[in-house]
T-cell receptor, first 116, second 112 residues
Framework: DADVTQTPRNRITKTGKRIMLECSQT?????MYWYRQDPGLGLRLIYY???????NKGEISDGYSVSRQAQAKFSLSLESAIPNQTALYFC???????????????FGAGSRLTVL | GENVEQHPSTLSVQEGDSAVIKCTYS??????FPWYKQELGKGPQLIID?????GEKKDQRIAVTLNKTAKHFSLHITETQPEDSAVYFC???????????FGKGTTLSVSS
């Protein structure tokens, strides 16, 4: 089983619909991130969380919300999806403290969202 | 916040040639410099990293070099193979850091 699991892997929806992308991890990491990937724009940070009670906005949080239901679960919601939110979304995790002190991220396989 | 630029955005080489990708950053507090590789249909994965107290690090065919004065670091791939074809991202940051910002990525194509 993957260390970081994203569901769904693919989703097609219509403008105005509410969508939730879910992420769960078995690595026991404290920190979780949501990124969006678009061609030519790389990976852009949407939201991140350092523990269950901590939520922080990233570069492009408008139009998105998140929920950290448990240490292992971090979900991303689009309250009213619009076509320019069509993208590949990645969840990533990182330990708060590592022996090496390095900020190594472990990514999920991605969730491809298409908004018509 | 950190401003990260990656060049080139695309790179095509023949199998066996070398490839170099450069990452420039703005935050002088950055002290950890990783490179991630994203294969088709997968999430990015760390392939090599370097800390600010080291100028170069090698792992078989890949290496990373750091110039802290000029605020840039580079990924070097020697004897490229078709399986090196992927998108490569840099993500310089402060190890105590919060948000982790990535470069826009470099698409490397290795033709046989």
């Amino acid at each position: 089983d993957a260390d970081v699991t994203q569901t769904p892997r693919n989703r097609i929806t219509k403008t105005g619909k509410r969508i939730m992308l879910e992420c769960s991890q078995t690595k026991g990491h404290d920190r979780m991130y949501w990124y969006r990937q678009d061609p030519g724009l790389g990976l852009r940070l949407i939201y991140y969380s350092f523990d269950v009670k901590d939520i922080n906005k990233g570069e492009i949080s408008d139009g998105y919300s998140v929920s950290r239901q448990a240490q292992a679960k971090f979900s991303l919601s689009l309250e009213s999806a619009i076509p320019n939110q069509t993208a590949l979304y990645f969840c990533a995790t990182r330990a708060a403290r590592l022996p090496s002190g390095a900020n190594v991220l472990t990514f999920g396989a991605g969730s491809r969202l298409t908004v018509l | 916040g950190e401003n990260v630029e990656q060049h080139p955005s695309t790179l095509s080489v023949q199998e066996g040639d070398s490839a170099v990708i450069k990452c420039t950053y703005s935050d002088s507090a950055s002290n950890y410099f990783p490179w991630y590789k994203q294969e088709l249909g997968k999430g990015p994965q760390l392939i090599i990293d370097i800390r600010s107290n080291v100028g170069e690090k090698k792992d078989q065919r890949i290496a990373v070099t750091l110039n802290k004065t000029a605020k840039h670091f580079s990924l070097h791939i020697t004897e490229t193979q078709p399986e090196d074809s992927a998108v490569y991202f840099c993500a310089p940051n402060n190890q105590a850091g919060t948000a982790l910002i990535f470069g826009k990525g470099t698409t490397l194509s290795v033709s046989s």
